[in-house]
């Protein structure tokens, strides 16, 4: 191993003197420091000719804005339960109610903590081992998973957003989150201290629970359990229901579309990990007795072919998870793997490919969307992707942002589809024990 040493005074000399001498990187920090890396970096042809055509667009309505929160992943999964419920109502306009959604996830996500954690405590888990530490750093974050937005709908079901709309909290999710993990290591801490005795530890569990319900009620308002629902169509045709649960709703407007059977399909780029097997990820979950969040490891391209069969013969969108940030034009509303010429303004060649970027910490799952559309070339291959973001409609194209195919390749990490356009072989395979990685694993990142 070699010894720390530290920066000297000539090393540190020699490498201002290497900058001075360059009239580029001169050049560089002008621009740079008077407008940004992503303006100065911008590559101008690229950007100009990426279009905004389709082959194929699904009409989704106003893009949705989830505020400054994290619920990307309850978002897009509406958003494609919108579209259904949409067109089983014939409503030109409608949207459901995230705060309802993230009402009882994360109710749900405190009951599957403290008994997950009472588990690893009775088992003799170490309170400072890497598990516990990224649980308890972990807990009451916003993302989620599709599986996971699906045990929500399938045990709560789903209401109007006018019947349980925003509030304050809901639209900035910080301080609730705060207060929530401050509450639960103050359980965990007292599970500890406990020694073992299971009888306390109930009742730990059970004070923590109610005041989580608490909490979450205060900042986001109590959720109805039935509500009158009437609407008048597209067509101006009146439709009365009379009394429904959020159960009956969901079932009655999206159940007829069968997301909840939809499976996950993952690109883990690592090659230990073989692709048709299943993976999932420890102690990740919300709804305890719920699906276990677990994905199908496949090719990206069967990835590709799958979306695009949905979008052009369904038509219905289809929810994905990627790493948004690398070579994103957020205004313009664009991702393309050479939107953004970085290596050159800089001098350094970043040369990271998928699994290096995957394996080495530079790359996750961090930002959950829907796909929206396909531009498909007469032979058949896919040029670029329209996508339905959760950002407003005040970017972007009114918020729907343009993919080049490549970028999809590079960044694009999972996506839910219908189990029936899984071949015999991944067929078989979901019915395989998934090979388990640990909570920290990149492939549990939380879009």
């Known amino acids: ?3 720390l040493t530290p920066l000297t005074d000539e090393a540190l000399n020699t490498l201002r003197g290497d900058f001075a001498q360059s009239g580029t990187n001169r050049l560089a920090m002008n621009a740079v420091t008077a407008a940004g890396i992503d303006k100065v970096a911008r590559n101008y042809d690229r950007a100009r000719l990426m279009q905004r055509r389709f082959s194929t667009i699904v009409d989704n309505g106003e893009a949705t804005h989830q ?11 509406l958003n494609v339960a919108r579209f259904v419920a949409k067109k089983n109502m014939n409503l030109k306009e409608f949207e459901f109610s995230q705060n309802y ?11 599957y903590f403290l008994k997950d954690v009472a588990a690893l405590v009775a088992a003799g888990e170490p309170s400072d081992s890497r598990l516990m530490q990224h649980l308890l750093a972990d807990v009451m974050g916003d993302g989620g998973q599709w599986t996971m937005a699906m045990n929500v709908y399938k045990k709560y079901g789903a209401v109007p957003k006018d019947l349980f709309p925003e509030t304050e909290s809901s639209k900035n999710t910080g301080e609730m989150n705060i207060q929530l993990r401050h509450m639960l290591h103050t359980a965990v801490a007292h599970m500890y201290a406990a020694d073992g005795d299971a009888s306390k530890v109930e009742a730990i569990i059970a004070d923590a629970t109610a005041a989580g319900h608490r909490i979450l009620t205060i900042h986001l308002g109590e959720p109805p359990v039935s509500f009158d629902w009437e609407w008048t169509d597209k067509d101006g045709e009146f439709h009365r229901d009379g009394e429904i649960t959020p159960v009956e709703f969901w079932k009655k407007y999206v159940g007829p579309a069968d997301l909840e059977d939809y499976v996950c399909l993952v690109d883990d780029p690592r090659t230990e990990h073989a692709k048709g097997k299943k993976i999932g990820i420890e102690h990740l979950g919300n709804v305890a007795g719920g699906d ?5 490891n496949v090719p990206n391209q069967f990835m590709k072919d799958c979306v695009k069969q949905i979008l052009v013969e369904q038509g219905i969108p289809v929810w994905f998870g990627a790493d948004c940030h690398p070579f994103m034009d957020r205004e313009n509303g664009a991702w393309a793997t050479d939107l953004f010429e970085y290596g050159r303004v800089y001098d350094v060649d970043f040369d990271l490919d998928k699994e290096a970027r ?12 829907a796909f929206a559309g396909v531009d498909v070339a007469d032979d058949g291959t ?16 009114k918020g729907y ?3 080049s195919d490549d970028w999809f390749t590079e960044y694009v990490y999972e996506v839910a589809v219908p ?23 990149p492939m549990g990142a939380l879009a």
């Open 1 to 3: 191993m070699s010894e």
């Open 67 to 77: 505020d400054r929160s994290g619920r990307c992943w309850l978002f897009s999964s």
């Open 101 to 111: 959604a993230m009402y009882y996830d994360k109710l749900e996500r405190v009951n």
């Open 292 to 296: 276990a969040t677990e994905y199908l």
């Open 358 to 369: 995957v394996r080495f910490g530079d790359s996750a799952m961090n930002h959950a969307m």
């Open 382 to 397: 896919t040029r670029r992707w329209r996508v339905e973001n959760s950002w407003g409609a005040k970017i972007a194209d």
């Open 401 to 403: 942002f343009t993919m």
């Open 419 to 441: 189990k029936a356009l899984l071949p015999e072989e991944y067929q078989k395979a979901l019915e395989e024990p998934a090979t388990m990685l640990p909570a920290w694993d």
